[in-house]
Structure formats: structure tokens, C-alpha cells
């Protein structure tokens, strides 16, 4: 369970082993037995009992931003990386065998990608023969990826981050011809983004970073040790590289708000700048359709898990394998 305090005026605190949410409509407690992680944005509070009972019971405490990124993190110094772990994964990085790994992440996003757009149901001829006509461009440069061959990541990289933004550019221009008029979008934008369709897009890859930042602490891997993205300062760039593999869960859950029409001017706003942002129930309403289907058990190579959890034993898989190296 998650507790999430996007509401302005918010404020979280400790009664004994629970917490206390107070909000303008009254005071909520909440036992600690079975919450994961807190997650906090601007205008909210948390006192520093209640964050000490989240280290105590190991309980993340994430403070997100307005799109959904994590801006800092509090966790348990129980978690941490063994210097094993970390002498193996900086062994990694500068190995021939990171190449094979980062070619199959990408490979495996077009396919991810291939999959949501086979999943939509085409309203005219027309679009269905796009579709067609997107797969099998996907297709060419899934082959092309699984064929670059280098010594060190350095040698391949140009050329992936080539190769996938154009699968991605295809992919999206496809994948909007199922939305509804109303919400389609003339291209991705990040930083800031110009529609609600990229809006929720971008929170929810904000949401998916946080989850997975933790899932690489909590198994003592250090997520600002890259493979592919390496030249980013300061930055958890390991998440980077990850979150190719997971993010068709928000692309599927952000086009089944889109295309059941749910989304009304309640949920966002519109700065003079031309740039959109989520406000309070839109986030909500995302946080929690997200939470769902990250919670919906699937089986993923034989292993029946939440989609959450596969993350996390996707994690320990990489620790195990790095812990070897080190």
C-alpha cells in the first residue's frame, strides 16, 4: 500500500505505530503494518516522528515534483549497496557484456511497444493498415538493434539512441490515431508538456522512475551507475536505462484513461505558456489506476507476480548477477 499526499495543506504525522492524515475535510489514521512507500508533493507535510516510524518499519519516503518525478528520497540504512554488488556493476559498465544487455533492453521496449499496438482495436481500414504497415517498421529497427555489435557501450550508443527514437517516433504517431480527437497530440513533449495526453504521460513516467529507483536501492545496486546513459550529472541514469523495459504499463494506462474519456478540465490546467499540468484529481486518478495495474499479478518467464514485483525481483536478478562479477 502507498500513501500519497498530493493535496495542498496535507499534513502526515505519527500516533504511536500509525500514522495521521490530516486534511481540511478531517483526520485519518492509518496503521504502518502493510504501507510501502509514502510519497509527498509540494504543499504537503510530514513530521519527523512519522518519519522516523517509516525508517523503523522501512518505509521509503519519496518527495515528488509536480510531474511526478521523485526530487529526494528517505530509506532505511538497512538497504545499501555491498561493496560487492557495486564493484561488479561498475565492472559491468565497461564490459562487452553490457552491450548484449543494453541492445536487449531496447529490443525488448520495440517489442513491448509492437504488443500495446497489436492490442488496440483499428476503427477504420485505414488505420488498421497503418498499424500494419508501424509494426513491421518496428520490426526492421528491432532486427537492426539485436544485430549492433561493439566492444563497450560507448562504441553502440549513438546509434541505439538512434534507432530508438525513431522506433519511438513511429510508435507514438501510431498509437495516437486510437485516441479520441480531443486528446490526441501533435508529438511527445517532455519538459514541459503541451497536452493533457503528455501530461499524463509524463507523470506517469515520473511515478514509474520512483518505483523503480527503489526497487534498485532496496537491492543494493546504485542507480547512478548508467549503462547506456552515462553523461547525465547527478542523476539516477540506471533508472534510465531500466524503465525502457516497463513503459508500456504507462502507455496502456494513460490510453485506457484517454480512450474511456474520463479526463475533464477538473483534471488539468493550462499555463499561459501553452504548457499543461496535472492538478490534484487528476493525479489521483492516475496514481491510482497506475497502483492497480502495477498490482495485477502476471506471469512473466514462468514467475506469477504483481508487475510491481517483477520489477523488484528484475532488481535482485541484476544484484545477484553483479554481486558474481565484483
Not at 504511536?16 to 510501502?36: M, R
Amino acid at each position: 500500500m502507498e500513501l500519497v499526499l498530493n493535496t495542498f495543506g496535507t499534513s502526515l504525522s505519527r500516533d504511536n505505530e500509525g500514522f495521521v492524515i490530516l486534511t481540511k475535510e478531517g483526520k485519518q489514521c492509518i496503521p504502518a503494518e502493510g504501507i510501502t512507500s509514502i510519497q509527498i508533493s509540494r504543499g504537503a507535510q510530514i513530521t519527523s516522528d512519522a518519519v522516523l516510524l517509516a525508517i523503523e518499519r522501512e518505509i521509503e519516503v519519496l518527495f515528488m515534483d509536480r510531474s511526478g518525478r521523485p526530487m529526494g528520497r528517505i530509506w532505511s540504512p538497512k538497504y545499501g549497496s555491498v561493496s560487492t554488488i557495486r564493484k561488479g556493476q561498475l565492472s559491468f559498465t565497461f564490459s562487452k557484456e553490457a552491450v548484449a544487455w543494453i541492445r536487449d533492453v531496447i529490443s525488448r521496449k520495440i517489442e513491448n511497444q509492437q504488443a500495446l499496438l497489436m492490442m488496440m482495436i483499428p476503427r477504420t481500414p485505414e488505420i488498421e493498415a497503418t498499424v500494419r504497415k508501424s509494426i513491421n517498421r518496428l520490426e526492421d529497427y528491432r532486427t537492426k538493434v539485436k544485430g549492433v555489435e561493439g566492444d563497450i557501450v560507448a562504441d553502440v550508443a549513438p546509434t541505439l539512441r538512434g534507432w530508438e527514437g525513431l522506433a519511438s517516433k513511429i510508435y507514438f504517431n501510431t498509437l495516437n490515431l486510437f485516441l479520441p480527437e480531443a486528446y490526441r497530440f501533435k508529438e511527445r513533449s517532455q519538459h514541459p508538456a503541451m497536452d493533457v495526453a503528455n501530461a499524463l504521460f509524463n507523470y506517469g513516467y515520473g511515478l514509474l522512475y520512483g518505483k523503480i529507483e527503489g526497487a534498485l536501492i532496496k537491492a543494493g545496486i546504485d542507480p547512478y551507475v548508467g549503462v547506456m546513459h552515462r553523461d547525465d550529472y547527478n542523476r539516477p541514469v540506471l533508472v534510465y536505462d531500466i524503465i525502457e523495459l516497463y513503459r508500456v504499463w504507462v502507455d496502456y494506462v494513460v490510453c485506457s484513461l484517454l480512450m474511456q474519456q474520463v479526463i475533464t478540465d477538473e483534471y488539468y490546467s493550462v499555463r499561459e505558456d501553452g504548457s499543461c499540468w496535472l492538478e490534484a484529481l487528476g493525479r489521483r486518478v492516475l496514481i491510482q489506476s497506475l497502483n492497480d495495474y502495477l498490482d495485477e499479478v502476471i506471469m512473466l518467464k514462468g514467475v506469477s507476480r504483481s508487475r510491481l514485483n517483477q520489477i523488484s525481483l528484475y532488481a535482485q536478478n541484476l544484484a545477484l548477477q553483479w554481486k558474481n562479477l565484483g
